[in-house]
Every structure is written in structure tokens, then in C-alpha cells.
């Protein structure tokens, strides 16, 4: 169980794809408590290899504070929205269709901010084919 | 239900933090080995700043030539897209940086697609353009296990095993062996590397082995002796010549694989074997 309850009403929820810990949402929230959840049954389902769960867990710590626990990620975090009185849970945005799943779910029972992806070229239409992809905006990534 | 994981371990010391992963999930397999991606952006940064990009124009096909290896680190969000392609374009304007932006964009292409398609990228995305009805539907245990006989293939998948790693060559070469040259279905291949990889991402993952499948492209990727000796020959071992599945002209393992459903543009080398 957490060791204390965090006075922040919001929590950083960190999803596999954006370990970061310089992440504007870091700076955004710095008094929040931060939390990763290994969601077990998904490792096992995918049968997640080691080497992968020690490349998440050796960047998670890197971020100061962080919280890391193991169960069902939705169940947990609700879990600790209500021990601490969570009002806002803050995350970064992800096409991972399971994550997205949870955020999802999360959604029913707390306000979810999710930070976008910072895309060199911010037109989301994706023809199917990656060289007329590169041909409209070829030019656009070779500029700063 | 619940349990929280300690986080006092000293990053330094990864043989620990791999003693204590395997007691807090008894069920992952036991690498036994560590991987030598250290996982973090403090890591991603170091290896950013040792990646000698004035090769990587001309040397990234080969296995063993000169590329980032910050996929785990991208894909994992500890170095972004954006701040990869900004460095790049600070670095001398040469074609090696313009590959490089050009390899990141394809990285950004599989994202926005996986984005607008989202888990539907995990079924065909279009008809393939070669039969694959009858391809099995899971995988077989010799390529699991990386007892298929073919020492090359073995090698690939032992150093996915041991790093969760492989270099981009070498993961489109067995994932074209898995779907054409053993009639596997993408999907099975897909998840199974998926699984393996430190920098597993639906999209660049999934999307490549449909890619190669030809359920996302106009045609099957397929490689021969020639090309397997050209890119990957001073890392793999040698395969027998007897029985050597590769060791065809495009034409004629296009003939085996696909039975004439398909057929390669003239390659201008006429032999596809060992010079």
C-alpha cells in the first residue's frame, strides 16, 4: 500500500510508451504523485519477455518519486484515485490499443488529461502507402 | 491485488534488479542473460551520443554496419521522435541524415496508422497478394526455440532471445522466412516477436510483418543467398548448401514459395546464390 497520501488531487498515471522523466507533464504536475502499474495479466497474455520488463523498470527508475506496482492497472489506480482522493489523472497519449483501452475505462470515473504525441508533421491522415506519405511531407521533415 | 514494487535498487547494479523482477513475476521466463539495453533516457542519450550518423547512410542494411539501436528507446517514450529528428538536422546536411529522418518518418507513418486503424492492424489490412489461406496459425516450436536447423535463422533468433533486440535487416529476414518460407501466419510471427522485442510496438512491429506478408504492401518481401551473404554474411554463420532453402534466383524462389502467384521484377543478378 502507498506509504502516504499525497495532498496533490491529481496523479501521473506513466503508460509503457513514454517513460520519460523530463516530460512537459512532469514539469506540469511536479507535486503529483507518480505511479506505474505492471499490468500482469496483459504480460501474460502477450508473454511479455524479461528483458522487456527490466528495460521498463530500469526506466522507471529514473523518475524521482515514482510509485511502481503490479496487479490490474484500472483496478489499481482506482483504487489509489480513492485512497488519495484523486480528482485528475494526467498521461501521455499512445496508439496502444490496450492502453488506450484503459484510459478508456478510466475515463468513467475520473477527468483524464492526456498529453499529445509531438509529431515532427501534424497531419494525421495516413495514406496507406508510406511513400505518398513521404512525398507530401518529406519536406516538412527535413526542416527544423 | 495490489502490490507495490520496491524502488531502492541501485540502476548500477542490473543483475539484482534482474534477481528481484524474476521473484515479483515468478512467470516470465528467465533470461538468464541481461540485455545489453539499459533501459532509461539516461541510457538512450549516452548511446544517441555514441551513434556515429555520417555512416549510417551507407551502412545501416548491413548487421553488422552502424545504426542508432534506439528503437527500445523511442518506442518506450524515452527519447521522442521529434527531438531525434531535430538532432539530426543539426548534425552536417549529408544523405545519411536524410536516411535517417527518412527512417523516422517511417516509424511515424506505422504510428498514425496504428492511430487511425487502431487493434484492426492486428487482422490482414488488405488481400494478400500471394495464398496464404492455409498458412499455419501458430507458431511451430522449432522457430520458438531456435532449433529450425538452419544455423542463420538460429542465430537471428537466439540474439532476439538474448537481447530482445534485432537489427531491422535481420528482423524483416525472419519474419519473411517465418510467413513465406514456412507458411506461418503473419500474425502468429508477429505476436511472437512482439513478445521478445524490449521496443515491442504494435505498429512498427505489427505493420512491418504485414508489410512483409504483403497484406500491407504490393508484394511479398522475400530474400536469397545472394542478398542473406551481402548484408548479414560477417554476422551469421555459414548454412549447409545441402537442402539451403535460400539459395535461388528471385525468379526461382518466387516460383517455390508462390507457385507463379507472384513474380519478382528481373533483379539483374541471375544467380541469387553463394559467389
Sequence with gaps: ?144 | MMQQLRTDLELADRAAIATYLQSEFPFLEDAETLSPYVGGRAAGLERLQSFQLEKYGKQRNFLDGEVSRLSPYVSRGCLTLEELRQWALKQPRSRSVEVFVFELGWRAFFHLVYGEEGDRILQDLEEPKVPMGQHQRSLPADIANGTTGIPSMDTLIQILRETGYLHNHARMYLASYVVHFRKVSWRAGADWMYSLLIDGDFASNHLSWQWVASTFSTKPYIFNRENLERYAGSVLPGDPKKGDPFNYSYEALAERLFGGAYTPEPTGRPTGQYQ
Design chain 1, 1 to 144: 500500500m502507498p506509504q502516504s497520501t499525497p495532498s496533490s488531487p491529481s496523479l501521473i498515471w506513466f503508460n509503457e510508451d513514454g517513460l520519460n522523466p523530463g516530460h512537459q507533464m512532469v514539469k506540469d504536475y511536479a507535486d503529483a504523485p507518480r505511479v506505474y502499474v505492471f499490468d500482469v495479466p496483459e504480460l501474460q497474455r502477450q508473454k511479455i519477455s524479461k528483458h522487456r520488463v527490466q528495460f521498463i523498470y530500469e526506466a522507471l527508475l529514473e523518475i524521482p518519486s515514482i510509485q511502481i506496482y503490479q496487479g490490474e492497472t484500472v483496478a489499481v489506480l482506482l483504487q489509489l484515485i480513492a485512497d488519495w482522493a484523486i480528482r485528475e489523472v494526467v498521461t501521455t497519449e499512445t496508439p496502444n490499443h490496450i492502453i488506450r483501452g484503459w484510459q478508456n475505462e478510466l475515463q468513467r470515473s475520473v477527468a483524464l488529461t492526456t498529453y499529445p504525441d509531438i509529431f515532427p508533421v501534424t497531419d494525421t491522415t495516413s495514406p496507406r502507402r508510406f511513400s505518398r506519405y513521404w512525398r507530401k511531407h518529406e519536406r516538412s521533415w527535413l526542416t527544423l
